[in-house]
Structures are given as C-alpha cells and as structure tokens.
C-alpha cells in the first residue's frame, strides 16, 4: 500500500491557540486529499477535501475559518486547527488520493487534546 | 444523499466462530466498495475492495465479501475468527465524486 506519515502524532494544547497537522504522501503524488475527523468509538467523517492547487471544499457542518486546509505541493498537505476548543479534541486523519477510483489510503492520524 | 450503514454495532464471538457483518448502502450508481479495519490504537488498514467483476472478492488475513447489487450490500465474512481478528471494522462506499463514505463502524471482540 501506498506510504502516508502525518505529523505530529500527538499534540496537546491549549485552548485558543492553533496547531497545524502535515500529511505527506511518500511514494505517490496525492492529486487530492480528504481530511477525516474521527471522535472516539465513532466512525470516519470527512472533514474536507482538497485539491492540488485549489481552495479546499468543506462538508456541511465543518468551519472553514477554523479549519485551514493548504494542499499546495502534491506531497504534503496541512490541516490548521485554529484558536482550538476543547471540542476540537479529536483524532484528525489525512487520505491521499491520486488517480480517480484508486484505493484510498489513510495516514497514521494525529490525536489532538485540547485543554 | 449518499449513506452507509453497519447494522451490527458491537459484536462479541467465541475464536473458531464464524463472522458474518452487514453493510449496506444507499446509491443507486456505480460505487467502489471497501472494508477497512482498525486495530485497537493502529491506523486504517485495507481488507478487500470490490470495484468490479467477481462479487465474491476474497482479502487478507482470511476475510471475503460479497457484493449482491440487488440488495446494496456488500457483507463481511470470516469463517473462522481469532482472537487477533479483535479491531474495530468499517465498511466504505466510493461514489464518483470520488469522496469516501464511512459506516458506522462495527467493534469486534473475539474471546480466546
């Protein structure tokens, strides 16, 4: 399967401070990413998703003031979580995607604590 | 809109017992069809995927699925579960706006 790392791991923070996520596809060109946002013992739900380029689209439901979407190398893509609230506290996870109807695969995940 | 749904939520099984988790989709054009599962503090990892021909497609580690178009389904097997198989299971639809939609999620435990 195709090669995604996600950084950091683990990040705790305070709240109203931003933490920025990066997600990198190592062995293939992600011409999109989609962002997921997985609370616990919940299910995936795509947060966003965004091409090589262009503006990110956003799900209903999720602030695109708070959530900063920058996908500007077909490699790396970051997420910004800004001034973040308790209720951010999730686990934020990248999928590359390269050609239409390929496989999707997933990063590893970044857990976020706000404080 | 596009939904899938995991009718079993928490599943608890005997090792040797057969599985059998139900997925089911609601599109009515052509879709990709995945399972993914999660072990406990691990990231997402593929299963099977159907995209076209045989229904009956077969994974890693012993599992199958079947895709039945008539019923929208897309059902996960294992004739015989270990105890290693204890992870959380996602069933996930691809439409062609290419975005991928997550079930529910269904949390396997499997008792030595």
């Known amino acids: 399967g195709a090669v995604v790392s996600q950084h950091p791991s683990r990040v705790i923070c305070k709240s109203g401070t931003s933490v920025k996520i990066e997600c990198r596809s190592l062995d293939f060109q992600a011409t999109t990413m989609f962002w997921y946002r997985q609370f616990p013992k919940q299910s995936l739900m795509l947060m966003a998703t965004s091409n090589e380029g262009s503006k990110a689209t956003y799900e209903q439901g999720v602030e695109k003031d708070k959530f900063l979407i920058n996908h500007a190398s077909l490699t790396l893509s970051t997420l910004t979580v800004t001034s973040a609230h308790p209720e951010d506290s999730s686990f934020y996870i990248c999928s590359p995607s390269g050609l239409a109807g390929e496989t999707q695969y997933f990063g590893p995940g970044t857990r976020l604590l706000v404080l | 809109a596009q939904s899938v749904s995991q009718h079993n939520h928490h599943v608890i099984l005997s090792e040797a017992a057969s599985l059998e988790l139900g997925c089911n989709y609601s599109?009515?054009?052509?879709?990709?069809l995945f399972w993914y599962v999660q072990y406990p503090g691990q990231h997402l990892q593929l299963l099977l995927k159907?995209?076209?021909?045989?229904?009956l497609v077969k994974g890693i580690k012993g599992f199958e699925a079947e895709f039945i178009k008539s019923k929208f389904s897309f059902n996960l097997r294992k004739p015989s579960v270990q105890w290693s198989d204890t992870a959380e299971y996602f069933c996930a639809v691809k439409v062609v706006t290419d975005k991928l939609i997550f079930g529910t999620g269904t949390r396997l435990q499997v008792f030595p």
């Open positions: 159907y995209f076209s021909g045989d229904p």
């Open positions: 599109y009515g054009g052509t879709v990709n």
